[in-house]
């Protein structure tokens, strides 16, 4: 009984020491708050404001060690992620992407952490709460700038997919600041998703290696396996004279490679960004990687993958395929999910997004980093072409993105021999069923198809 009494006090003084043992969490005014309506700092400073600024916001219970060692490493942080006592120093367009990625946080319940919310159950995000935030984060407003020198898809070839670009020797590439190689392959490797990006307005493609597509195919993607790579292509958006909306100035390529022992401490994937036509290593330093995996929280039960690869492979989990964009009816003449993509465009007009892809004899027709992007693209013959048109549908994954949905068309194009004549045949309607037209409608869309100019890369 002695022994026991005596562990009782012994406990109680060194609980009562390691109040003592106490580290500041730092204080002070806002610097430069985030530009925003008042009604949106509103829903922050209810939200995120105890975590996510300069103010010290902690209840009695928070004050209390060891619980307040866990409190201050979440709250600096969290800081160090986003502060919005400070974020109102940078560009606009960047606070607005801030707050994207927190809307998306927020819907996906990756944030507030659950565990903050069990304690502080004031800072839930309520449906009305995210609804503020959308209102005010309005991304499909307004559209791309028209280009003064673009008057048709086949001009917006330099105005839009950069005819002054020269090509950079990507084997010369320099590796991230954590190590990750840059891969020249990747421009060789297939379509897995499209997206349209209205909070920043962008159009990526998501590419993905033999391993990753194989996974995808057959639904071997819960966790993708060691080995897959993707590549993450984004352009800026240009609107055409024609309404289309095409790829335009090149931004970045992300690269992410799954090795589940590699890269233990950072979710098994190695992480990497190249920017600008002279793929500059992203970040300072390799804690860019915080970066990375932050943004990636809210689908770690995805593997950390945000895209809905296009696939017919069948998967029991919710919202981790998109199998209404990769259902086409086995009867066509080619099955093209499974070429290289050429380019994309989005119709805004008739909420549709299509993308070209190519037989490999059409991909060896290209030169998709030459520095002369001013004439439409010679296709030799044999080459065969195939756009793909979908409906689009909001991300789930992501607030301001849209991806492809329920197929409208697939429309092929053969070229004939020099001379010869092409091949135009075109499917469409819920069934994707022959859709034959008048000559000059054909005649019409075929120029446009062969006439689209491939996304260029750096």
């Known amino acids: 009984m002695k022994s026991f009494t005596k562990l009782i006090i012994t406990v109680a003084v060194v609980f009562v020491l390691l109040q003592f043992v106490r580290p500041a969490i730092p204080s002070s005014p806002a610097t430069a708050e985030i530009q925003a309506p008042i009604q949106v700092k509103q829903v922050l400073d209810k939200d995120c404001y ?15 060690v060891p619980g307040y060692w866990l409190v201050r490493h979440d709250v ?28 998306n946080m927020m819907q996906l319940g990756a944030m507030p952490l659950p565990r903050f919310l069990a304690l502080h159950p004031d800072a839930k995000v309520t449906p009305e709460d995210l609804a503020t935030l959308k209102a005010y984060l309005a991304p499909w407003t307004p559209a791309p700038p028209q280009p003064s020198t673009a008057t048709n898809a086949g001009s917006l070839a330099t105005a839009v997919s950069g005819g002054e670009m020269q090509p950079v020797l990507l084997t ?44 995808a195919q057959s639904g071997n993607i819960s966790p993708w396996p060691d080995g897959a790579r993707f ?46 036509l002279d793929l500059k290593p992203y970040g300072n330093d390799a804690r860019f990687v915080n970066e990375c995996t932050g943004c990636h929280l809210p689908v770690r039960g995805n593997d950390y993958v945000y895209t809905l690869p296009i696939t017919e492979a069948r998967l029991n989990h919710e919202e981790i395929v998109n199998n209404a964009a990769g259902t086409l009816p086995a009867r066509l003449p080619y099955q093209s999910l499974g070429w290289g993509a050429i380019t994309m465009y989005v119709d805004p007009g008739n909420h549709a997004m299509a993308a070209l892809y190519g037989n490999e004899l059409a991909l060896k027709s290209l030169s ?27 991300d789930p994954h992501w607030f301001g993105a ?53 996304a260029r890369l750096p």
């Open 172 to 215: 010369s590439v320099q590796p991230e600041f954590n190590g990750l190689s840059f891969d020249p392959d990747f421009e060789n490797w297939k379509p897995i998703s499209f997206t349209d990006r209205g909070d920043n307005n962008t159009f990526r493609f998501i590419l993905g290696n033999d391993i990753a597509l194989k996974a």
């Open 50 to 64: 105890s975590c996510h600024s300069n103010d010290e916001r902690l209840a009695w219970f928070d004050q209390i």
């Open 402 to 454: 849209r991806i492809p949905d329920r197929p409208l068309s697939v429309e092929f194009v053969q070229v004939g021999a020099q001379g010869g004549t092409n091949v135009y045949r075109r499917f469409a309607g819920a069934e994707l069923a022959p859709a034959p037209g008048d000559p000059a409608t054909e005649a019409a869309r075929q120029k446009l198809i062969l006439g689209l100019t491939p």
């Open 76 to 103: 600096l942080t969290a800081r160090e992620r986003l502060n919005f006592s400070t974020i109102g120093s940078k560009p606009p367009a960047a606070q607005k992407a801030a707050l994207y990625e927190a809307v």
């Open 368 to 394: 998709p980093r030459s520095s002369d992007a001013s004439t439409a693209p010679t296709y030799t013959s044999g080459a065969v072409l195939a756009l793909v048109t979908w409906n689009q549908r909001d």
């Open 231 to 276: 590549a993450k292509i984004a352009w800026q958006k240009q609107e055409g004279s024609d309404g289309l909306i095409y790829p335009g100035r090149f931004v970045q390529v992300e690269l992410m490679v799954k090795d589940a022992s590699r890269y233990q401490s950072t979710e098994g994937w190695g992480w990497g960004r190249w920017r600008g």
